[in-house]
């Protein structure tokens, strides 16, 4: 099922409105998830003006969306092995309060 022009533009701007909201503030650039999310959308965007007889508009977007072509996708991150410090020996402290006769809490 196909969906309409409304619909797959509210998908494009409302992801680039959560990009832009979760990036503001901080150098970040979109996972290769949201590339690929992305490049459907605007894809999708691009054949549906196409076929309506709006080429231009279907060029332009069909343009933004080889911009997020990733076709290098490793795929997810792989294990390694970390080095982490030593940990510090057990240092046992008492720390509780006593009420003796030199207790002068006033």
Same mark, same amino acid.
Not at 7 to 21: E, P
Not at 75 to 86: E, K
Not at 92 to 100: D, E, H, K, V, Y
């Given at each position: 099922?196909?969906?309409?022009?409304?619909?797959?533009? %509210?998908?494009?701007?409302?992801?680039?409105?959560?990009?832009?909201?979760?990036?503001?503030?901080?150098?970040?650039?979109?996972?290769?998830? /949201?590339?690929?999310?992305?490049?459907?959308?605007?894809?999708?965007?691009?054949?549906?003006?196409?076929?309506?007889?709006?080429?231009?508009?279907?060029?332009? %977007?069909?343009?933004?969306?080889?911009?997020?072509?990733?076709?290098?996708n490793?795929?997810?991150?792989?294990?390694? /092995?970390?080095?982490?410090?030593?940990?510090?020996?057990?240092?046992?402290?008492? /720390?509780?309060?006593?009420?003796?006769?030199?207790d002068?809490? /006033?």
């Open positions: 099922m196909a969906q309409s022009g409304w619909s797959l533009s %509210l998908d494009v701007w409302s992801a680039r409105f959560l990009a832009w909201a979760a990036s503001w503030g901080r150098d970040a650039e979109l996972t290769p998830e /949201a590339h690929a999310y992305f490049y459907d959308r605007y894809s999708r965007l691009a054949a549906h003006h196409r076929v309506r007889g709006r080429l231009r508009r279907a060029a332009r %977007l069909e343009l933004k969306a080889r911009e997020h072509y990733r076709p290098d490793p795929g997810p991150p792989y294990a390694a /092995a970390m080095a982490m410090p030593r940990p510090t020996r057990f240092i046992r402290t008492t /720390a509780i309060s006593g009420s003796g006769p030199d002068d809490a /006033a």
